[in-house]
Protein backbone atom coordinates (compact mmCIF):
# COMPACT_ATOMS: atom_id res chain seq x y z
CA UNK A 1 0.00 0.00 0.00
CA UNK A 2 2.97 2.29 -0.96
CA UNK A 3 1.09 3.86 -3.32
CA UNK A 4 -1.52 5.37 -1.18
CA UNK A 5 0.64 7.97 1.09
CA UNK A 6 1.37 9.57 -2.57
CA UNK A 7 -2.30 9.83 -3.54
CA UNK A 8 -2.91 11.59 -0.06
CA UNK A 9 -1.45 15.49 -1.65
CA UNK A 10 -3.81 14.15 -4.80
CA UNK A 11 -6.91 13.53 -2.32
CA UNK A 12 -6.60 16.78 -0.84
CA UNK A 13 -6.62 18.83 -4.38
CA UNK A 14 -9.76 17.16 -5.10
CA UNK A 15 -11.18 17.46 -1.84
CA UNK A 16 -10.85 20.87 -2.19
CA UNK A 17 -12.36 21.13 -5.62
CA UNK A 18 -15.04 18.87 -4.79
CA UNK A 19 -16.24 21.20 -1.65
CA UNK A 20 -15.70 24.34 -4.48
CA UNK A 21 -18.53 22.48 -6.70
CA UNK A 22 -20.56 21.93 -3.40
CA UNK A 23 -20.53 25.26 -1.34
CA UNK A 24 -23.29 27.24 -4.22
CA UNK A 25 -25.39 24.20 -3.74
CA UNK A 26 -25.35 24.28 0.09
CA UNK A 27 -25.75 28.19 0.18
CA UNK A 28 -28.60 28.05 -1.97
CA UNK A 29 -29.91 25.32 0.62
CA UNK A 30 -29.25 27.18 3.58
CA UNK A 31 -30.92 30.09 2.31
CA UNK A 32 -34.07 28.81 1.88
CA UNK A 33 -33.72 26.55 5.04
CA UNK A 34 -33.21 29.45 7.03
CA UNK A 35 -35.07 32.35 5.49
CA UNK A 36 -37.70 30.76 3.70
CA UNK A 37 -38.01 27.71 5.55
CA UNK A 38 -37.35 29.45 8.85
CA UNK A 39 -37.32 25.56 10.14
CA UNK A 40 -34.71 23.72 12.10
CA UNK A 41 -32.86 20.80 10.10
CA UNK A 42 -34.24 17.43 11.35
CA UNK A 43 -31.45 15.07 11.85
CA UNK A 44 -29.28 17.81 11.45
CA UNK A 45 -26.23 15.84 12.84
CA UNK A 46 -27.05 12.81 10.67
CA UNK A 47 -27.17 15.00 7.20
CA UNK A 48 -23.95 16.73 8.18
CA UNK A 49 -22.47 13.21 8.66
CA UNK A 50 -24.02 12.30 5.57
CA UNK A 51 -22.45 15.18 3.55
CA UNK A 52 -19.21 15.20 4.75
CA UNK A 53 -19.37 11.30 3.11
CA UNK A 54 -20.73 12.17 0.18
CA UNK A 55 -17.97 14.95 -0.24
CA UNK A 56 -15.19 12.76 1.21
CA UNK A 57 -16.56 9.81 -1.30
CA UNK A 58 -16.39 12.23 -4.37
CA UNK A 59 -13.15 13.36 -3.93
CA UNK A 60 -11.53 10.00 -3.17
CA UNK A 61 -13.55 8.21 -6.39
CA UNK A 62 -12.07 11.09 -8.90
CA UNK A 63 -8.78 11.14 -7.67
CA UNK A 64 -8.72 7.09 -8.24
CA UNK A 65 -10.26 7.63 -11.60
CA UNK A 66 -8.07 10.02 -12.85
CA UNK A 67 -5.12 7.75 -11.16
CA UNK A 68 -6.24 4.32 -12.69
CA UNK A 69 -9.41 4.26 -15.06
CA UNK A 70 -9.28 7.69 -17.37
CA UNK A 71 -4.92 7.00 -18.48
CA UNK A 72 -5.85 3.08 -18.72
CA UNK A 73 -9.04 4.44 -20.78
CA UNK A 74 -7.07 6.90 -23.37
CA UNK A 75 -4.01 4.77 -23.43
CA UNK A 76 -6.35 1.63 -24.57
CA UNK A 77 -8.21 3.79 -27.21
CA UNK A 78 -5.28 5.12 -28.45
CA UNK A 79 -3.39 1.53 -28.84
CA UNK A 80 -6.94 -0.22 -30.38
CA UNK A 81 -6.98 3.00 -33.43
CA UNK A 82 -3.11 3.05 -33.99
CA UNK A 83 -2.44 1.87 -37.63
CA UNK A 84 0.36 -0.66 -36.83
CA UNK A 85 -2.68 -2.21 -34.62
CA UNK A 86 -5.18 -2.50 -37.23
CA UNK A 87 -2.34 -3.51 -39.86
CA UNK A 88 -1.19 -6.38 -37.23
CA UNK A 89 2.06 -5.25 -37.91
CA UNK A 90 2.05 -5.85 -41.72
CA UNK A 91 3.93 -3.46 -43.37
CA UNK A 92 2.32 -3.05 -46.69
CA UNK A 93 -1.32 -2.68 -44.82
CA UNK A 94 0.07 -0.06 -43.14
CA UNK A 95 1.40 1.74 -46.09
CA UNK A 96 -1.79 1.47 -48.17
CA UNK A 97 -3.73 2.87 -45.29
CA UNK A 98 -0.99 5.65 -44.73
CA UNK A 99 -1.76 6.40 -49.15
CA UNK A 100 -5.27 7.05 -48.51
CA UNK A 101 -6.92 4.00 -49.42
CA UNK A 102 -10.36 4.12 -48.08
CA UNK A 103 -10.52 2.20 -44.72
CA UNK A 104 -12.81 -0.87 -44.57
CA UNK A 105 -14.93 -0.13 -41.08
CA UNK A 106 -14.74 -3.77 -40.40
CA UNK A 107 -11.41 -3.16 -39.86
CA UNK A 108 -11.99 -1.38 -36.32
CA UNK A 109 -14.09 -4.22 -34.72
CA UNK A 110 -11.48 -3.96 -31.87
CA UNK A 111 -12.80 -0.87 -31.33
CA UNK A 112 -16.10 -1.30 -31.60
CA UNK A 113 -15.87 -4.29 -28.97
CA UNK A 114 -14.02 -2.02 -26.62
CA UNK A 115 -16.77 0.90 -27.09
CA UNK A 116 -19.51 -1.09 -26.64
CA UNK A 117 -17.56 -2.76 -23.42
CA UNK A 118 -16.62 0.32 -22.06
CA UNK A 119 -19.88 1.95 -22.56
CA UNK A 120 -21.41 -0.80 -20.92
CA UNK A 121 -19.10 -1.33 -17.61
CA UNK A 122 -19.04 2.35 -16.80
CA UNK A 123 -22.46 3.35 -17.12
CA UNK A 124 -22.43 0.44 -14.25
CA UNK A 125 -20.41 2.76 -12.43
CA UNK A 126 -21.88 6.10 -12.23
CA UNK A 127 -22.85 6.89 -9.25
CA UNK A 128 -25.77 9.16 -10.39
CA UNK A 129 -27.57 6.47 -12.01
CA UNK A 130 -27.45 4.52 -9.15
CA UNK A 131 -29.24 7.03 -7.31
CA UNK A 132 -31.65 7.36 -9.76
CA UNK A 133 -32.23 3.41 -9.86
CA UNK A 134 -32.31 3.17 -6.13
CA UNK A 135 -34.88 5.77 -5.66
CA UNK A 136 -37.29 4.18 -8.89
CA UNK A 137 -37.12 0.77 -7.03
CA UNK A 138 -38.15 2.54 -4.00
CA UNK A 139 -41.27 4.50 -5.55
CA UNK A 140 -42.38 1.39 -7.50
CA UNK A 141 -42.20 -0.72 -4.44
CA UNK A 142 -39.82 -3.38 -5.87
CA UNK A 143 -41.66 -3.39 -9.62
CA UNK A 144 -38.42 -1.65 -11.25
CA UNK A 145 -35.75 -3.48 -10.16
CA UNK A 146 -32.01 -1.28 -9.52
CA UNK A 147 -29.99 -3.84 -11.93
CA UNK A 148 -33.05 -4.07 -14.25
CA UNK A 149 -32.83 -0.65 -14.72
CA UNK A 150 -29.04 0.12 -14.42
CA UNK A 151 -28.78 -2.90 -17.32
CA UNK A 152 -31.02 -1.74 -19.77
CA UNK A 153 -29.47 1.62 -19.18
CA UNK A 154 -25.80 0.35 -19.69
CA UNK A 155 -26.90 -1.35 -22.65
CA UNK A 156 -28.16 2.09 -24.09
CA UNK A 157 -25.21 3.12 -23.94
CA UNK A 158 -23.48 0.65 -25.24
CA UNK A 159 -24.96 0.40 -28.42
CA UNK A 160 -25.03 4.23 -28.90
CA UNK A 161 -21.64 4.28 -28.61
CA UNK A 162 -20.70 1.61 -30.61
CA UNK A 163 -22.80 3.16 -33.33
CA UNK A 164 -21.10 6.44 -32.24
CA UNK A 165 -17.52 5.09 -33.19
CA UNK A 166 -18.39 3.57 -36.11
CA UNK A 167 -19.85 6.90 -37.19
CA UNK A 168 -16.79 8.18 -36.30
CA UNK A 169 -14.84 5.63 -38.23
CA UNK A 170 -17.22 5.96 -41.50
CA UNK A 171 -17.18 9.96 -41.39
CA UNK A 172 -20.96 9.87 -41.86
CA UNK A 173 -23.03 13.17 -40.67
CA UNK A 174 -23.95 13.46 -36.81
CA UNK A 175 -26.72 15.15 -37.66
CA UNK A 176 -28.33 12.53 -39.82
CA UNK A 177 -28.43 10.11 -36.99
CA UNK A 178 -29.22 12.31 -34.66
CA UNK A 179 -32.24 13.57 -36.44
CA UNK A 180 -33.27 9.57 -36.72
CA UNK A 181 -32.46 9.03 -33.25
CA UNK A 182 -34.66 11.78 -31.95
CA UNK A 183 -37.15 11.03 -34.33
CA UNK A 184 -37.62 7.06 -33.60
CA UNK A 185 -37.30 8.20 -29.83
CA UNK A 186 -40.31 10.87 -30.44
CA UNK A 187 -42.27 8.42 -32.24
CA UNK A 188 -41.65 5.56 -29.21
CA UNK A 189 -42.78 8.03 -26.41
CA UNK A 190 -46.15 8.70 -28.66
CA UNK A 191 -46.62 4.68 -27.92
CA UNK A 192 -44.91 3.67 -24.54
CA UNK A 193 -46.18 3.19 -21.53
CA UNK A 194 -47.05 6.74 -20.15
CA UNK A 195 -45.85 6.10 -16.73
CA UNK A 196 -42.13 5.16 -18.36
CA UNK A 197 -41.66 8.21 -19.93
CA UNK A 198 -40.43 10.30 -17.14
CA UNK A 199 -37.81 7.99 -15.67
CA UNK A 200 -36.63 6.92 -19.43
CA UNK A 201 -36.04 10.57 -20.02
CA UNK A 202 -34.43 11.50 -16.88
CA UNK A 203 -31.88 8.17 -17.65
CA UNK A 204 -30.56 10.12 -20.49
CA UNK A 205 -29.51 13.00 -18.63
CA UNK A 206 -28.32 10.81 -15.89
CA UNK A 207 -26.04 8.39 -17.61
CA UNK A 208 -23.34 10.85 -18.73
CA UNK A 209 -21.32 12.04 -15.90
CA UNK A 210 -18.64 11.48 -13.62
CA UNK A 211 -17.05 8.35 -15.26
CA UNK A 212 -18.65 7.89 -18.73
CA UNK A 213 -17.66 11.27 -20.02
CA UNK A 214 -14.29 11.73 -19.67
CA UNK A 215 -13.73 7.79 -21.16
CA UNK A 216 -15.64 8.54 -23.96
CA UNK A 217 -14.16 11.73 -24.79
CA UNK A 218 -11.04 9.98 -24.49
CA UNK A 219 -11.81 7.26 -26.91
CA UNK A 220 -13.80 9.94 -29.39
CA UNK A 221 -10.76 12.07 -29.33
CA UNK A 222 -8.15 9.24 -29.79
CA UNK A 223 -10.47 7.63 -32.83
CA UNK A 224 -10.79 11.19 -34.24
CA UNK A 225 -7.27 11.87 -34.31
CA UNK A 226 -5.90 8.41 -35.85
CA UNK A 227 -8.31 7.44 -38.16
CA UNK A 228 -6.99 9.13 -41.61
CA UNK A 229 -9.21 11.89 -42.87
CA UNK A 230 -11.17 13.05 -39.34
CA UNK A 231 -10.82 15.83 -37.87
CA UNK A 232 -10.44 15.88 -33.21
CA UNK A 233 -12.61 19.49 -33.38
CA UNK A 234 -15.16 18.43 -35.77
CA UNK A 235 -15.18 14.44 -35.13
CA UNK A 236 -14.42 14.37 -31.66
CA UNK A 237 -18.01 15.58 -30.57
CA UNK A 238 -20.92 13.22 -30.23
CA UNK A 239 -19.93 10.35 -28.65
CA UNK A 240 -22.08 12.00 -25.32
CA UNK A 241 -24.68 12.89 -27.22
CA UNK A 242 -25.69 9.04 -28.42
CA UNK A 243 -24.96 8.22 -24.96
CA UNK A 244 -27.36 9.92 -24.04
CA UNK A 245 -30.11 9.13 -26.17
CA UNK A 246 -30.25 5.61 -27.00
CA UNK A 247 -30.55 5.22 -23.24
CA UNK A 248 -33.96 6.63 -23.55
CA UNK A 249 -34.59 4.13 -26.36
CA UNK A 250 -33.57 1.09 -24.35
CA UNK A 251 -35.70 2.02 -21.23
CA UNK A 252 -38.44 2.79 -22.88
CA UNK A 253 -38.05 -0.25 -25.44
CA UNK A 254 -37.89 -2.55 -22.47
CA UNK A 255 -41.22 -1.06 -20.59
CA UNK A 256 -42.93 -1.40 -23.90
CA UNK A 257 -41.71 -5.48 -24.59
CA UNK A 258 -42.77 -5.70 -20.74
CA UNK A 259 -45.87 -4.62 -21.75
CA UNK A 260 -46.57 -6.26 -24.73
CA UNK A 261 -45.72 -9.73 -23.24
CA UNK A 262 -47.90 -9.07 -20.17
CA UNK A 263 -50.74 -7.98 -22.67
CA UNK A 264 -50.14 -11.81 -24.50
CA UNK A 265 -49.64 -13.78 -21.56
CA UNK A 266 -53.47 -12.58 -20.79
CA UNK A 267 -54.65 -12.80 -23.83
CA UNK A 268 -53.48 -16.05 -24.13
CA UNK A 269 -53.55 -18.35 -21.12
CA UNK A 270 -52.54 -21.60 -22.78
CA UNK A 271 -48.63 -20.17 -23.43
CA UNK A 272 -49.00 -18.77 -19.58
CA UNK A 273 -48.78 -22.90 -18.64
CA UNK A 274 -46.06 -23.87 -20.54
CA UNK B 1 -20.96 -6.19 14.40
CA UNK B 2 -24.45 -5.65 13.63
CA UNK B 3 -23.80 -2.25 12.52
CA UNK B 4 -20.48 -3.51 10.67
CA UNK B 5 -22.45 -5.89 8.46
CA UNK B 6 -24.70 -3.71 6.58
CA UNK B 7 -21.19 -1.57 6.16
CA UNK B 8 -19.71 -4.57 4.89
CA UNK B 9 -22.24 -5.21 2.66
CA UNK B 10 -22.62 -1.84 0.87
CA UNK B 11 -18.90 -2.08 0.44
CA UNK B 12 -19.32 -5.41 -1.44
CA UNK B 13 -21.31 -3.93 -3.38
CA UNK B 14 -19.44 -0.80 -4.22
CA UNK B 15 -16.89 -3.25 -5.39
CA UNK B 16 -19.50 -5.30 -7.86
CA UNK B 17 -20.29 -1.72 -9.57
CA UNK B 18 -16.41 -1.53 -10.26
CA UNK B 19 -16.36 -5.18 -11.58
CA UNK B 20 -17.44 -4.88 -15.04
CA UNK B 21 -14.63 -2.37 -15.54
CA UNK B 22 -11.90 -4.17 -14.12
CA UNK B 23 -12.81 -7.17 -16.53
CA UNK B 24 -13.05 -5.10 -19.51
CA UNK B 25 -9.72 -3.21 -18.60
CA UNK B 26 -7.90 -6.93 -17.99
CA UNK B 27 -9.42 -8.28 -20.84
CA UNK B 28 -8.28 -5.92 -23.43
CA UNK B 29 -4.81 -5.17 -22.27
CA UNK B 30 -4.04 -9.61 -21.87
CA UNK B 31 -5.95 -10.96 -24.87
CA UNK B 32 -6.11 -8.21 -27.59
CA UNK B 33 -2.97 -5.58 -26.58
CA UNK B 34 -1.27 -8.65 -25.51
CA UNK B 35 1.36 -6.37 -23.37
CA UNK B 36 1.52 -6.28 -19.64
CA UNK B 37 0.21 -3.23 -17.60
CA UNK B 38 2.37 -0.28 -17.40
CA UNK B 39 2.01 0.37 -14.07
CA UNK B 40 0.50 -1.79 -11.93
CA UNK B 41 0.99 -0.82 -8.28
CA UNK B 42 -0.83 2.89 -9.66
CA UNK B 43 -3.63 0.93 -11.33
CA UNK B 44 -4.23 -1.19 -7.73
CA UNK B 45 -4.40 1.53 -5.97
CA UNK B 46 -6.46 3.33 -7.87
CA UNK B 47 -8.74 1.51 -8.35
CA UNK B 48 -8.95 0.78 -4.75
CA UNK B 49 -9.95 4.63 -4.23
CA UNK B 50 -12.67 4.35 -6.79
CA UNK B 51 -14.38 1.80 -4.91
CA UNK B 52 -13.55 3.50 -1.41
CA UNK B 53 -14.64 6.49 -2.67
CA UNK B 54 -18.09 4.65 -4.48
CA UNK B 55 -18.77 3.52 -1.14
CA UNK B 56 -18.45 6.23 1.13
CA UNK B 57 -20.38 8.42 -1.70
CA UNK B 58 -23.21 5.85 -1.48
CA UNK B 59 -23.44 5.94 2.07
CA UNK B 60 -23.68 9.66 1.85
CA UNK B 61 -26.40 10.13 -0.58
CA UNK B 62 -28.41 7.71 1.74
CA UNK B 63 -27.57 9.58 4.75
CA UNK B 64 -28.06 13.12 3.28
CA UNK B 65 -29.15 13.45 -0.29
CA UNK B 66 -32.02 11.73 -0.46
CA UNK B 67 -33.31 13.01 2.93
CA UNK B 68 -32.11 16.53 2.44
CA UNK B 69 -34.47 16.81 -1.01
CA UNK B 70 -37.42 14.99 0.43
CA UNK B 71 -37.63 17.69 3.54
CA UNK B 72 -37.25 20.23 1.69
CA UNK B 73 -40.18 19.13 -0.72
CA UNK B 74 -42.11 18.49 2.53
CA UNK B 75 -41.63 21.93 3.89
CA UNK B 76 -41.90 23.86 0.80
CA UNK B 77 -45.56 21.60 -0.20
CA UNK B 78 -46.92 22.15 3.83
CA UNK B 79 -45.85 25.91 3.41
CA UNK B 80 -48.05 25.96 0.62
CA UNK B 81 -45.96 29.03 -1.46
CA UNK B 82 -45.55 28.04 -5.06
CA UNK B 83 -43.29 30.72 -5.48
CA UNK B 84 -40.82 30.28 -3.20
CA UNK B 85 -40.67 26.65 -4.83
CA UNK B 86 -40.34 28.07 -8.06
CA UNK B 87 -37.13 30.26 -6.81
CA UNK B 88 -35.96 27.70 -4.79
CA UNK B 89 -36.13 25.38 -8.12
CA UNK B 90 -34.24 28.24 -10.39
CA UNK B 91 -31.67 28.86 -7.62
CA UNK B 92 -30.89 25.08 -7.29
CA UNK B 93 -30.47 24.51 -11.03
CA UNK B 94 -28.35 27.54 -11.71
CA UNK B 95 -26.26 27.15 -8.93
CA UNK B 96 -25.37 23.58 -9.34
CA UNK B 97 -24.80 24.31 -12.73
CA UNK B 98 -22.74 27.84 -12.80
CA UNK B 99 -19.89 25.52 -11.14
CA UNK B 100 -19.77 22.60 -12.66
CA UNK B 101 -16.04 21.68 -13.94
CA UNK B 102 -17.60 19.57 -16.76
CA UNK B 103 -19.51 22.80 -18.05
CA UNK B 104 -16.12 24.84 -17.73
CA UNK B 105 -14.54 22.86 -19.76
CA UNK B 106 -16.99 22.34 -22.91
CA UNK B 107 -17.24 26.09 -22.73
CA UNK B 108 -13.63 26.72 -22.91
CA UNK B 109 -13.14 24.58 -25.54
CA UNK B 110 -16.68 26.25 -27.37
CA UNK B 111 -14.39 29.50 -27.15
CA UNK B 112 -11.54 28.65 -28.80
CA UNK B 113 -13.42 27.07 -31.75
CA UNK B 114 -15.44 30.52 -32.02
CA UNK B 115 -12.34 32.32 -31.91
CA UNK B 116 -10.85 30.32 -34.56
CA UNK B 117 -13.42 30.71 -36.32
CA UNK B 118 -13.44 34.38 -36.70
CA UNK B 119 -16.72 34.88 -35.17
CA UNK B 120 -15.38 36.73 -31.82
CA UNK B 121 -11.78 38.00 -31.51
CA UNK B 122 -9.37 36.05 -30.66
CA UNK B 123 -8.05 38.32 -27.77
CA UNK B 124 -7.75 37.35 -24.32
CA UNK B 125 -10.94 39.71 -22.98
CA UNK B 126 -13.31 38.54 -25.78
CA UNK B 127 -13.00 35.15 -25.62
CA UNK B 128 -13.47 34.81 -21.59
CA UNK B 129 -16.61 36.99 -22.27
CA UNK B 130 -18.03 34.66 -24.78
CA UNK B 131 -17.10 31.45 -22.68
CA UNK B 132 -18.92 33.42 -19.45
CA UNK B 133 -21.77 34.03 -21.50
CA UNK B 134 -22.25 30.81 -22.34
CA UNK B 135 -21.82 29.03 -18.98
CA UNK B 136 -24.21 31.77 -17.79
CA UNK B 137 -26.67 30.84 -20.72
CA UNK B 138 -26.61 26.79 -19.61
CA UNK B 139 -26.72 27.72 -16.25
CA UNK B 140 -29.87 30.37 -16.40
CA UNK B 141 -31.60 27.40 -18.68
CA UNK B 142 -30.79 24.46 -16.19
CA UNK B 143 -32.26 27.08 -13.54
CA UNK B 144 -35.05 27.63 -16.06
CA UNK B 145 -35.87 23.61 -16.31
CA UNK B 146 -36.04 22.85 -12.73
CA UNK B 147 -38.26 25.57 -11.96
CA UNK B 148 -40.54 24.74 -14.88
CA UNK B 149 -40.39 20.90 -13.81
CA UNK B 150 -41.59 21.97 -10.48
CA UNK B 151 -44.47 23.99 -11.65
CA UNK B 152 -45.11 20.83 -13.47
CA UNK B 153 -45.21 18.83 -10.56
CA UNK B 154 -47.32 20.85 -8.88
CA UNK B 155 -50.03 20.97 -11.61
CA UNK B 156 -49.90 18.00 -12.26
CA UNK B 157 -49.04 18.21 -15.95
CA UNK B 158 -48.29 15.43 -18.10
CA UNK B 159 -44.10 15.39 -18.93
CA UNK B 160 -44.79 14.51 -22.59
CA UNK B 161 -46.28 17.59 -23.50
CA UNK B 162 -43.26 19.56 -22.13
CA UNK B 163 -40.80 17.07 -24.31
CA UNK B 164 -42.42 17.31 -27.38
CA UNK B 165 -42.24 21.07 -27.07
CA UNK B 166 -38.94 20.89 -26.34
CA UNK B 167 -37.33 18.54 -28.89
CA UNK B 168 -39.78 20.56 -31.46
CA UNK B 169 -37.95 23.80 -30.75
CA UNK B 170 -34.82 22.01 -30.67
CA UNK B 171 -34.84 20.02 -34.36
CA UNK B 172 -36.37 23.56 -35.48
CA UNK B 173 -33.29 25.48 -33.69
CA UNK B 174 -30.97 22.91 -35.22
CA UNK B 175 -31.98 24.19 -38.58
CA UNK B 176 -31.07 28.04 -38.35
CA UNK B 177 -27.81 27.19 -35.61
CA UNK B 178 -24.76 27.91 -36.70
CA UNK B 179 -22.75 24.79 -37.12
CA UNK B 180 -19.99 25.46 -34.63
CA UNK B 181 -22.42 25.54 -32.05
CA UNK B 182 -24.56 22.22 -33.18
CA UNK B 183 -21.80 19.35 -32.07
CA UNK B 184 -21.34 21.43 -28.67
CA UNK B 185 -24.85 22.30 -27.78
CA UNK B 186 -25.94 18.18 -27.87
CA UNK B 187 -22.90 17.44 -25.77
CA UNK B 188 -23.88 20.14 -23.24
CA UNK B 189 -26.82 18.91 -22.64
CA UNK B 190 -26.02 15.48 -21.41
CA UNK B 191 -23.14 17.04 -18.87
CA UNK B 192 -24.99 19.80 -16.49
CA UNK B 193 -26.69 16.99 -14.40
CA UNK B 194 -23.65 16.85 -11.86
CA UNK B 195 -23.37 13.47 -9.59
CA UNK B 196 -24.40 15.68 -6.62
CA UNK B 197 -27.21 17.23 -8.71
CA UNK B 198 -28.78 13.95 -9.66
CA UNK B 199 -29.81 12.83 -6.48
CA UNK B 200 -31.01 15.97 -4.24
CA UNK B 201 -33.22 17.16 -7.30
CA UNK B 202 -34.70 13.53 -7.86
CA UNK B 203 -35.58 13.63 -4.00
CA UNK B 204 -36.99 16.60 -4.23
CA UNK B 205 -39.20 15.96 -7.19
CA UNK B 206 -39.82 12.43 -5.90
CA UNK B 207 -40.91 14.21 -2.42
CA UNK B 208 -43.15 16.74 -3.73
CA UNK B 209 -44.95 14.18 -6.52
CA UNK B 210 -45.63 12.11 -2.57
CA UNK B 211 -46.38 15.15 -0.65
CA UNK B 212 -48.88 16.90 -2.89
CA UNK B 213 -52.49 14.80 -3.40
CA UNK B 214 -53.29 13.49 -6.08
CA UNK B 215 -49.61 13.33 -7.59
CA UNK B 216 -48.61 9.75 -8.53
CA UNK B 217 -44.60 9.91 -7.64
CA UNK B 218 -43.55 7.69 -10.78
CA UNK B 219 -45.56 9.61 -13.33
CA UNK B 220 -44.96 13.33 -11.48
CA UNK B 221 -42.04 12.47 -9.27
CA UNK B 222 -39.11 11.68 -12.17
CA UNK B 223 -38.62 14.30 -15.32
CA UNK B 224 -36.86 17.17 -13.66
CA UNK B 225 -33.40 15.99 -14.87
CA UNK B 226 -35.19 14.94 -18.60
CA UNK B 227 -36.07 18.95 -18.63
CA UNK B 228 -32.79 19.77 -17.21
CA UNK B 229 -30.86 17.96 -20.02
CA UNK B 230 -33.31 19.49 -22.54
CA UNK B 231 -33.19 22.85 -22.23
CA UNK B 232 -29.60 23.38 -22.30
CA UNK B 233 -29.33 22.27 -26.14
CA UNK B 234 -31.99 24.84 -26.93
CA UNK B 235 -30.42 28.01 -25.26
CA UNK B 236 -27.04 26.86 -26.29
CA UNK B 237 -27.98 26.78 -30.18
CA UNK B 238 -29.81 30.46 -29.11
CA UNK B 239 -26.95 31.54 -27.91
CA UNK B 240 -24.78 30.55 -31.08
CA UNK B 241 -27.35 32.49 -32.97
CA UNK B 242 -26.67 35.66 -31.07
CA UNK B 243 -23.01 35.27 -31.32
CA UNK B 244 -22.58 33.89 -34.85
CA UNK B 245 -25.63 35.35 -36.58
CA UNK B 246 -28.59 32.85 -37.46
CA UNK B 247 -27.50 30.36 -40.47
CA UNK B 248 -28.88 30.77 -43.68
Same mark, same amino acid.
Given at each position: MNGESGFFPLVQISLQNTLFDVLPILAVLAFFQVI?? /? &?KVPHFRQIFTGLVLVVLGLAIFIVGLEQCIFPIGSHMADQLTTLSFLAKGNNHTIAALQSGTPISPSLYAWTYLFAFLIGFSTTLAEPALIAVAIKAREISTGAISEWGLRITVALGVAIGVTLGTYRIVTGNSLYLYLAIGYGFLLLQTWF?? &???IPLAYDSGGVTTSTVTVPVLAALGIGLATNV?? /?SPILDGFGLIAFASLFPMIAVMAYAMISEWRAKRKENNPVSNIQ | MDLLKPLLHKLLSAFLDILPIIAVIIFFQL?? #???????IEQTVSGLILVVLGLFLFILGLENALFPMGERLAIQFAQRGNVLWLVLFGFALGFSTTIAEPALTVIANKAGQIAADSGAIQNKTESISSFVYGLRLTVAFSVGLAIAIGVIRIVKGWHLIWFILAGYGLIVLATFFAPKEIIGIAYDSGGITTSTITVPLVTALGIGLATT #? $?? $??PILDGFGLIALASLTPILFVMLFGMVVYGVEG
Amino acid at each position: MNGESGFFPLVQISLQNTLFDVLPILAVLAFFQVIVL /R &KKVPHFRQIFTGLVLVVLGLAIFIVGLEQCIFPIGSHMADQLTTLSFLAKGNNHTIAALQSGTPISPSLYAWTYLFAFLIGFSTTLAEPALIAVAIKAREISTGAISEWGLRITVALGVAIGVTLGTYRIVTGNSLYLYLAIGYGFLLLQTWFAP &KSIIPLAYDSGGVTTSTVTVPVLAALGIGLATNVPG /RSPILDGFGLIAFASLFPMIAVMAYAMISEWRAKRKENNPVSNIQ | MDLLKPLLHKLLSAFLDILPIIAVIIFFQLAV #IQKPFPDIEQTVSGLILVVLGLFLFILGLENALFPMGERLAIQFAQRGNVLWLVLFGFALGFSTTIAEPALTVIANKAGQIAADSGAIQNKTESISSFVYGLRLTVAFSVGLAIAIGVIRIVKGWHLIWFILAGYGLIVLATFFAPKEIIGIAYDSGGITTSTITVPLVTALGIGLATT #I $RG $RNPILDGFGLIALASLTPILFVMLFGMVVYGVEG
